[in-house]
């Protein structure tokens, strides 16, 4: 576990503790942490995120359908809609 001083505003730390109530946190490096995970695949690029990686190995194993044009990929689209 990694231990941080930082310096917040009025208003930060105000947010802190709200989520800290809401979500009945114990204190505030919980609703920090908490905060941090909510956001990270905002701000975070896929690629570096380790669920993607996974994602993409399953993608790769699964076979695809070949459509010989635009309007089979409709039908098909549609059928399974």
């Known amino acids: 576990m990694v231990q941080s001083i930082?310096?917040?505003g009025e208003n930060e730390d105000r947010i802190i503790n709200i989520v800290k109530a809401k979500y009945g946190l114990k204190?505030?490096?919980q609703a920090?942490?908490?905060i941090?995970?909510?956001y990270k695949d905002v701000f975070l690029e896929p690629e570096l995120n380790p669920e993607f990686?996974?994602?993409?190995s399953k993608i790769k194993k699964e076979k695809g359908i070949?459509?010989?044009n635009v309007l089979d990929l409709r039908k098909h689209i549609e059928k399974n809609a």
């Open 32 to 34: 920090i942490s908490f």
């Open 66 to 68: 070949r459509f010989s």
């Open 53 to 56: 990686i996974e994602n993409l």
């Open 27 to 29: 204190n505030k490096s």
């Open 6 to 8: 930082i310096d917040l």
């Open 36 to 38: 941090a995970n909510k």
